[in-house]
């Protein structure tokens, strides 16, 4: 028996989400059954459902930044309860046999198909998956979060996506104390960065479109910020970072921010732009520098940093809105005019 919630749903690339139902699967023996309360807006859920990636299979219910409580948890459950804080990111299934499904790196499932992501894909009967811009939802336990109760749940919310999206990297390329970090672009994605950035104790600026931003930037823990604007900025800061992650939604001068790594350095890009990236060779070469890219995070990881979140104090900027806004405030996503993540209050849905 499936259960019927409510939902927010995009039926083409151009119309606005509208308010509609979806079917739930009754909870089965490895299930754990939530009750959304919050969803955070990701700009990936803007890039998919107007088609940037692709054309998507409609309706989409988006959102992968999905925070609630348990309700109802499957006979051989074992890790979670009725009343447990939980969070769910991007996906909600892998094969679970390839290598990096069992490194706990789910994120790179080599099984056709890959991971199965929680809207815009299917479940292992077919089925298609929907996100979290609904009430309730149903995952099996080994992809379902703890979330750390000293973290409110709407602020938990975007961790689920921009939080991993930047810890993972930030780890894997050992941001740390003596490191110089750059962010570029100060959004849901950037603002994490800088958090966590600084929280792993590497030095970090900020390279925004403007100095718009630069009070919040330096509030977070940055230490430097400049204005990509600026052609001063290019020349100023050459040579200047060990890492940079570019979190842009947009097509950038690759060679402009390639050359602003020293000897060695590595530019993560994590932006998925409509277009292709245009990367020449000499920034690239002179400096021995690596352009790289990453995705979200495992399960295991993810915990780590939503337990490295909580033990820090580290925490989004949010700015709660009902359901009915939410196509305002994609439209402020876009034009760059979010401070930092908008999270949907399910309550509202
Ligand atoms: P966001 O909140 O919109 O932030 C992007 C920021 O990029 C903006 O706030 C803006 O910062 C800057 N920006 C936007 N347009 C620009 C332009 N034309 N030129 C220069 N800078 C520009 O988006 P988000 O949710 O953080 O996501 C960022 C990107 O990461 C998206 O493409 C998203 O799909 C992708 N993403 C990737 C992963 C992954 O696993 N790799 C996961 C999640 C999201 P300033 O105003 O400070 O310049
Ligand atoms: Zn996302
Ligand atoms: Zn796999």
Not at 87 to 103: L, P, Q, Y
Not at 108 to 137: L, V
Not at 278 to 289: C, E, K, N, Q
């Amino acid at each position: 028996m499936t259960t019927t919630v409510s939902a927010y749903a995009a039926t083409s690339a151009t119309d606005p989400l509208t308010k509609t139902t979806i079917e739930r699967r009754a909870p089965g023996p490895h299930d754990v059954a939530f009750d959304i309360k919050f969803a955070g807006i990701c700009h990936s859920d803007i890039h998919t459902v107007k088609g940037e990636w692709g054309r998507p299979n409609y309706p989409v219910v988006p959102g992968h930044e999905i925070a609630g409580v348990v309700t109802e948890v499957g006979s051989a459950v074992t890790k979670f309860k009725v009343g447990d804080h939980v969070g769910v990111g991007c996906f909600v299934d892998s094969c679970r046999e390839c290598d990096s499904c069992k490194a706990g790196l789910e994120q790179y499932c080599t099984t056709r198909g890959g991971m199965r992501g929680t809207y815009n894909s299917t479940e292992r009967d077919g089925s298609p998956t929907y996100g979290g811009y609904s009430t309730a939802m149903v995952v099996d336990e080994n992809y379902v979060l703890r979330i750390p109760e000293s973290i409110p749940l709407d602020k938990a919310a975007p961790l689920l996506c921009a939080g991993i999206t930047v810890y993972s990297p930030l780890r894997h390329w050992n941001a740390g104390p003596g490191k110089r970090v750059a962010v570029i672009g100060l959004g849901g994605l950037g603002h994490m960065a800088v958090k966590i950035g600084v929280a792993m104790g590497a030095e970090v600026t900020v390279l925004s479109q403007s100095l718009k931003k630069m009070e919040d930037g330096l509030r977070l823990g940055a230490s430097a910020y400049h204005a990509t604007s600026d052609p001063d900025t290019f020349k100023k800061l050459a040579g200047s970072f060990d890492l940079i992650i570019n979190t842009v939604s947009a097509n950038l001068d690759m060679s402009a921010y390639l050359n602003l790594l020293a000897l060695d350095g590595t530019l993560v890009e994590l932006g998925a732009p409509e277009k292709p990236l245009v990367v020449p060779f000499f920034p690239l070469g002179a400096m021995r520098r690596s352009l790289a890219g990453s995705m979200i995070g495992g399960i295991p990881e993810t915990q780590e940093m939503l337990d490295f979140c909580a033990e820090h104090d580290v925490t989004p900027e949010i700015e709660v809105i009902d359901a009915s806004y939410i196509n305002e405030a994609y439209e402020r996503v876009v034009s760059s005019d979010v401070r930092y993540r908008f999270v949907i209050d399910a309550s509202t849905i």
